[in-house]
């Protein structure tokens, strides 16, 4: 069984950086898609960045495109959320997210996986 762990969120200032870790267990995500989505409070979940395993290829939303990346490590079956030029619109819940079939989608009903959310809070 897959369990995907999220570590990393924490309170930063405008402007400021955070690093967010998903560490998966019980299997490798080679040939699955990567997601990273987000919630605000009495808010829906929103589409961050997505990534395919096997290639490395990204997708962003619009909010984050120039101040987020997503990557992975291979080694270390972790995938990385990097957040520059945090704004306080940034604040939400954190969730990382794994697709089986590799498609990069920014919608989150084509993830199978789910990590258990870690909170980000940009101050202004």
């Known amino acids: 069984q897959v369990q995907l762990v999220e570590s990393g969120g924490g309170l930063v200032q405008a402007g400021g950086s955070l690093r967010l870790s998903c560490a998966a267990s019980g299997r490798t995500f080679n040939g699955y898609a990567m997601g990273w989505f987000r919630q605000a409070a009495g808010k829906e979940r929103e589409f961050v960045a997505t990534?395919?395993?096997?290639?490395?290829?990204?997708v962003y939303a619009d909010s984050v495109k120039g101040r987020f990346t997503i990557s992975r490590d291979n080694v270390k079956n972790t995938v990385y959320l990097q957040m520059n030029s945090l704004k306080p619109e940034d604040t939400a819940v954190y969730y990382c997210a794994a697709s089986r079939d590799g498609v990069k989608s920014s919608r989150w009903f084509n993830y199978d996986y789910w990590g258990q959310g870690t909170q980000v809070t940009g101050s202004s």
């Open positions: 990534l395919n395993w096997i290639d490395g290829s990204t």
